[in-house]
């Protein structure tokens, strides 16, 4: 079997930490080869379907120059309690990568600025 047939990741998703009330970007690109395109889940559950199209809108943006290669997400920090936190994983069906996002809330940070060096 051809290798190039079933599409690869060319660009992947990275960790990233943001600080309590700050939005998190997420980037994900495939090959697009075998017709493959991007989805997204957060901890397993699907937030982005095929063709870069956001099952919560309220919660994560999409954006995309091609929707059949490239599919990044902002997740969205937000007021009503939404945890952005947690494993973020984009697949192209073939190939995929994981990222996470750690949130680091207020008392974590002013508990950081007090301690002694």
Known sequence: MNADAFGVL???????VVLENQDAQLNCSTD??????LEWTH???????????????????VSSPDPIT???????????????SGAYVCSDRI???????????????GLLRASPN
């Open 32 to 37: 697009g080869a075998a017709g493959n395109s």
């Open 10 to 16: 060319t660009k992947r998703p990275q960790n990233v």
């Open 95 to 109: 190939d995929r990568a994981a990222a996470m996002v750690i949130v680091l809330g207020s008392i974590l940070i």
């Open 43 to 61: 901890d397993h559950d699907r937030i982005v379907l095929s063709r870069c199209q956001s099952l919560v809108p309220k919660s994560f943006i």
């Open 70 to 84: 490239d599919c990044d997400i902002k997740a969205l920090a937000s007021s009503t309690g939404d945890d952005i």
